[in-house]
């Protein structure tokens, strides 16, 4: 390995190979998307997804949405 790559990641403190980062976005700062989740509480590949994708409306008498399991008023 090339010390030039090597990098601590942010969270763990491990060491690790930039190149080889697991870490989607943050490659030079985590060193995988564990990491990544744990230090920001997200990961960036997950808030894009949440952003980009269009907001679905719930299903009416579909349980699994959170609405559904709130009590009739």
Same mark, same amino acid.
């Given at each position: 390995?090339? =010390? %030039?790559?090597?990098? %601590?990641? =942010?969270?763990?403190?491990?060491? /690790?190979?930039?190149?080889?980062?697991? =870490?989607? #976005?943050?490659?030079?700062? /985590?060193?995988? #998307?564990?990491?990544?989740?744990?230090?920001?509480g997200?990961?960036?590949?997950?808030?894009?997804?949440?952003?980009?994708?269009?907001?679905?409306?719930? %299903?009416?008498?579909? %349980?699994? =949405?959170?609405?559904?399991?709130?009590?009739?008023?």
């Amino acid at each position: 390995m090339d =010390s %030039v790559n090597i990098r %601590v990641c =942010s969270h763990c403190g491990m060491r /690790y190979d930039w190149r080889r980062s697991a =870490s989607g #976005s943050l490659k030079m700062t /985590y060193c995988g #998307s564990l990491c990544e989740r744990a230090g920001l509480g997200f990961t960036i590949e997950a808030l894009l997804t949440e952003l980009l994708l269009p907001a679905v409306a719930p %299903v009416p008498g579909d %349980v699994s =949405s959170p609405s559904a399991l709130a009590p009739a008023a």
